[in-house]
């Protein structure tokens, strides 16, 4: 069984910071891709931006600059730090975790996602 665990939401202003991690661990042999999407009320999911097993980043337009994705050191952990937050950005932060384990070859395993309400 593989888990995924999203933390660091929470409300901020607009014009502020903040950092989200995610972790996965369980039976998860192999992580090829990690990915920030976020889902806004009444909006459908969006992709943020991903990290490969190269190290290499990719984000989606809207980001301009304002958020980057990094590893942790520890194991299967990724960041995303947020700043220069809009109200726009309010919403509910995934992670999805691209991996294989003994019984799968590869899938997308979700966490439960973390909330940023950003305030103007």
């Known amino acids: 069984q593989v888990q995924v665990v999203e933390s660091g939401g929470g409300l901020v202003q607009s014009g502020g910071s903040l950092r989200l991690s995610c972790t996965a661990s369980?039976?998860?042999?192999?992580?090829?891709?990690m990915a920030w999407y976020r889902q806004a009320p009444g909006k459908q999911r969006e992709l943020v931006g991903t990290l490969n097993n190269d190290g290499n980043t990719n984000y989606a337009a809207f980001v301009k600059g304002r958020f980057a994705i990094f590893r942790g050191n520890q194991k299967n952990t990724m960041y995303l730090q947020m700043n220069s937050l809009q109200s726009d950005d309010t919403g509910l932060y995934l992670c999805?975790?691209?991996?294989?384990?003994?019984?799968?070859?590869?899938?997308?395993?979700w966490g439960r996602g973390t909330l940023v309400t950003v305030s103007s």
């Open positions: 999805g975790v691209e991996g294989s384990t003994l019984g799968v070859v590869r899938s997308r395993y």
């Open positions: 369980g039976s998860i042999l192999q992580v090829y891709e």
